[in-house]
């Protein structure tokens, strides 16, 4: 009898979101997946005195340099990439640590968002966008109906 060898790589399955990603038999929400190799940045949100709140974990990176807030087509994109390189070199010899990634999340904004007035900010590792939500704008109204 003789048995086959298999390698590694043919026994691993594929991640969940790529194989799913794959497969367009829905149209998945592009929040559900990593875009263009990118990791999902993962967030909290809530309201809060008249606003949507969206917080970020994000520990080592300059805010100035490293991420992007964009608002188009009434989604919220938060993008960041993170760059750390750590070098030591002593008598026993070279040590080189480096953590780098793209991180991105694309969240729908509630019925009322105004896209003027965003406040973003960062402090201890954590990013925290502000969007002011008007009870006017997202209040339902009726359309009348005009006969002919």
Known sequence: MALMKRSRSE???P???????????????????????ENLLRVEQFEEDGALVVRAELPGIDPDRDVEITVSDHTLRIKAERH??????????????????SFLRSLPLPAGASDKDIKAAYADG????????????????????ARS
């Open 11 to 13: 026994l691993d399955w």
């Open 126 to 145: 954590v990013l925290e966008v502000r969007v002011p939500i008007s009870p006017e704008m997202a209040a339902a109204r009726a359309i009348p109906i």
């Open 15 to 37: 991640e969940w979101p790529d194989w799913l990603a794959s497969r367009r038999l829905f149209d998945w929400p592009e929040s559900w997946f990593s875009s263009n190799g």
């Open 84 to 101: 750390a390189e750590r070098r030591e070199e002593d008598k026993k010899g070279f040590r080189s640590e480096f953590r780098y990634g």
